[in-house]
């Protein structure tokens, strides 16, 4: 199985500043067909099911806002917030979709400093 | 409006039975490989099962192989999950998830505990 590790655990950010969430994956997720990275991104705000944020490490899902972004490649990749918003709380969460099992990391979550 | 809803969801005993479902709404049911993840109290997301848009093709996580049977009825554009033999650790709340090559749109979910 692919094992996905996320970093830091936890990160408390002021209003307004960035913030940065990384994952590894243990093997290398680009799809060959597609040049494509098997990577996603999901939001889940507390009490709520989780949300598609980012897929194909860097494309954003319809109606997420822009300060939203993806990057990274191969078995490094990174989500940024380029301006925390109250609304933006929550545990984010990657996944590989590159092979079954689909497998998460641990999650990371964002608070307002 | 796209809608997954799930439910069947309840209190049971250790080594009892319990089947989810999942009504999908909103978009073409058969056109869509779906999938069930479940998040224990506190914890990350755990991918648990999936069928293909036919229902001929599933996969299981390795902890619930033998024990859960994933199944649909797309006449009925409802996904189940038939879970026996459970174990306190199966406690967690379960959703259904529509496929595009990763998890677009996740259903409310809908708690299981296992506890005697």
């Known amino acids: 199985d692919i094992v996905m590790t996320q970093s830091p655990d936890f990160l408390a950010v002021s209003l307004g500043e960035r913030a940065t969430i990384n994952c590894k994956s243990s093997?290398?997720?680009?799809?060959?067909?597609?040049?494509?990275?098997?990577l996603a991104w999901y939001q889940q705000r507390p009490g709520q099911s989780p949300k598609l944020l980012i897929y194909?490490?860097?494309t954003r899902e319809s109606g997420v806002p822009d300060r939203f972004s993806g990057s990274g490649s191969g078995t490094d990749f990174t989500l940024t917030i380029s301006s925390l918003q109250a609304e933006d709380v929550a545990f984010y969460y990657c996944?590989?979709?590159?092979?079954?099992?689909?497998?998460f990391g641990g999650g990371n979550k964002v608070e307002i400093k | 409006e796209v809608q997954l809803v799930g439910s069947g969801g309840g209190l049971v005993q250790p080594g009892g039975s319990l089947r989810l479902s999942c009504v999908a709404s909103?978009?073409?049911?058969?056109?869509?490989?779906m999938h069930w993840v479940r998040q224990a109290p506190g914890k990350g997301l755990v991918w648990v099962s999936r069928i293909d848009n036919g229902g001929s093709g599933t996969s299981y996580a390795d902890s619930v192989r033998g024990r859960f049977t994933v199944s649909r009825d797309n006449a009925q554009n409802t996904l189940y999950l038939q879970m026996n033999s459970l174990r306190v650790e199966d406690t967690a709340v379960y959703y259904c998830a529509r496929e595009w090559d990763l998890l677009n749109f996740w259903g409310q979910g809908t708690q299981v505990t296992v506890s005697s």
């Open positions: 996944q590989q979709y590159f092979t079954t099992p689909l497998t």
């Open positions: 093997q290398n997720v680009l799809n060959s067909s597609k040049n494509k990275n098997s």
């Open positions: 194909w490490a860097s």
């Open positions: 909103g978009f073409t049911f058969s056109g869509y490989s």
